[in-house]
């Protein structure tokens, strides 16, 4: 895999930066550092979270039948009528990350709450999880609302 630098020294090689070039680059720095984390305290690039380990294969993610833990200001909708349409599509939800939380799912606006700027308790302890078991997955909005039909 290249490096920030090995991307921009190729990118800037014939003088002239292309578009693919430009979005290269850009998603090395969202990656990094994030493109709004000082405005919403969530790392984004456009509209959507950057979360190390967040799952990205849609098609991995389903909702009966799995547990859900909501972070974050959802642009869908308030927590309760999301954790409605999932418990309406065979899912279930809980206010807090457990052991059997199958998704931790993370709004694309931080919460004012959240104990640090860029992360909530709950993503926290989902991280803590993960490394000893694997689980919860993390799950960005815009996938949630794929799902849900937005």
Known sequence: MASLGETARRSFADGRITAEEAEDIC?????????????????????????????????????????????????IGPRKAIAAMICERGGDWKDTVCGQTDYLVVAAEASRDWKH?????????????????????????????????F
Not at 43 to 67: C, H, K, W, Y
Not at 123 to 147: T, Y
């Open 27 to 75: 998603g090395w720095i969202a990656r990094l550092v994030g493109d709004s984390a000082t405005d919403t305290g969530l790392p984004t690039f456009g509209n959507v979270g950057v979360i190390d380990g967040a799952l990205e294969d849609a098609s991995q993610f389903v909702i009966p039948s799995r547990m859900f833990v909501l972070t974050g200001k959802f642009a």
């Open 117 to 149: 700027s860029h992360e909530s308790t709950k993503i926290i302890r989902a991280m803590e999880l993960r490394e000893k078991g694997g689980r919860p997955d993390l799950v960005l909005e815009p996938m949630l609302a794929k799902a849900l039909g």
